[in-house]
T-cell receptor
């Protein structure tokens, strides 16, 4: 069966520091990968998605970036964090409409507090 | 521009009764709809979905209804149980090949014992 893991689970970072959140999927190949963010009191906002290695689409202009160095690895980064980057970050995977409908499956989430 | 809206931020229901969560959308290109359940500090878990070719889908205690003309869907939980207390997100996608989902802001459901 497929599993998804993301880490770290919680981190507190000062303003201006870098960020790296990592996500890996096991038990499948060539998944579509997603990074979402849930800010306090807000819904889930799509940040980036990837349909293959090195292919990244950005949904929201911001100081975050994403990379997909391997088929099942998705990384969210920032060179300099802002206070507004605080939130709950979620990685998700799917296999495309033809295989799994439109269902995507989420990781456990990473709490980021920028201080 | 909020394309998927959940206008009720919270809902309280007595245990054993029916819970009805509502969702409205504006994008007529959406053709697939999903409900996710989320506990605090955890990732959302998939609950139930419906394609636009149907108007109802049922899975155990959960039923989703879709009214395309009104651009409205609802999730019914019968009977409601204490473990159903969570935040419920409505999501929608358009037929562009991947599963890029647009989520609503969520409704916090509290089941009162």
């Amino acid at each position: 069966s497929q599993t998804i893991h993301q880490w770290p689970a919680t981190l507190v970072q000062p303003v201006g520091s870098p960020l790296s959140l990592e996500c890996t999927v096991e038990g499948t190949s060539n998944p579509n990968l997603y990074w979402y963010r849930q800010a306090a009191g807000r819904g889930l906002q799509l940040l980036f998605y990837s349909v293959g290695i090195g292919q990244i689409s950005s949904e929201v202009p911001q100081n975050l970036s994403a990379s997909r160095p391997q088929d099942r690895q998705f990384i969210l980064s920032s060179k300099k964090l802002l206070l507004s980057d605080s939130g709950f970050y979620l990685c998700a995977w799917g296999l495309g409409r033809a295989i799994s409908g439109n269902t995507i499956y989420f990781g456990e989430g990473s709490w980021l507090t920028v201080v | 521009d909020q394309q998927v809206k959940q206008n009720s931020p919270s809902l309280s229901v007595q245990e054993g009764r029916i819970s009805i969560l509502n969702c409205d959308y504006t994008n007529s290109m959406f053709d697939y709809f999903l409900w996710y359940k989320k506990y605090p500090a955890e990732g959302p878990t998939f609950l139930i979905s419906i394609s636009s070719i149907k108007d109802k889908n049922e899975d155990g205690r959960f039923t989703v209804f879709l009214n395309k003309s009104a651009k409205h869907l609802s999730l019914h939980i019968v009977p409601s149980q204490p473990g159903d207390s969570a935040v419920y997100f409505c999501a929608a996608s358009a037929n562009f090949g991947n599963e890029k989902l647009t989520f609503g802001t969520g409704t916090r459901l509290t089941i009162i014992p």
